[in-house]
């Protein structure tokens, strides 16, 4: 196996530098890691393509070859980057949202960084308003962290926005609680109790 690793990182530094053949390339630094999921060269190599233009075409793949190897290093910074690019590329709803979340986990976990989780759950409760992990989220660290004016801002832009009379009456009962029972603002509650009667009268 040793020596198949070192033919094989050769071999797709061929096709990588003189042939031009990327998609090959990477399939082939895959096989390497699949053989020494620690090979540096090839992480290196996989690296380098996620940084440049013409590796852009390819950086889905890419980006699942190295995510068990971040993962499995402990490299949360590097797990954030690569989860990014799978939810540029994420057609199904579900998936971008649990992927979001893991994003959020990792800055919260990882990075000792509880805004940056905010702010992840922010973007996941505007892909899916309704998700109620999501809204779960939010105010444990809106509570955490004192933010509860942002979100009051933020329920109150996907409101504006939403289409459905539902979901924007059960955003503004959510802002006029926040009013009434966390920021203790009693008419910026009756005002916000105001608008959904005008929703929903």
Do not use: C
Not at 89 to 106: G, S, T, Y
């Amino acid at each position: 196996d040793r020596q198949r690793v070192v033919l094989l990182v050769r071999l797709a530094q061929l096709r990588e530098t003189h042939l031009r053949e990327l998609a090959q390339a990477v399939e082939t630094y895959r096989q390497v890691l699949d053989l020494d999921p620690r090979n540096g060269d090839a992480v290196g190599a996989l690296e380098r393509l996620l940084g440049q233009p013409a590796g852009k075409e390819h950086e889905l793949t890419i980006a699942t070859i190295l995510e068990p190897i971040y993962k499995a290093a402990g490299d949360w910074a590097k797990q954030v980057g690569v989860y990014e690019i799978m939810v540029r590329h994420a057609f199904d709803p579900v998936r971008k949202i649990e992927l979001l979340h893991e994003i959020a986990e990792l800055y919260e976990v990882g990075g000792d960084d509880p805004g940056k989780a905010f702010d992840t759950h922010a973007r996941a409760v505007r892909e899916d308003p309704r998700h109620e992990a999501t809204q779960q989220q939010l105010e444990r660290l809106a509570r955490v962290q004192s933010r509860w004016k942002d979100l009051v801002a933020l329920y109150d832009q996907v409101a504006r926005e939403a289409g459905e009379e539902d979901l924007k009456v059960a955003l503004l009962f959510k802002v006029a609680q926040i009013h009434e029972l966390e920021l203790g603002d009693d008419p910026s509650a009756v005002g916000t109790y105001e608008r959904v009667l005008a929703v929903a009268p």
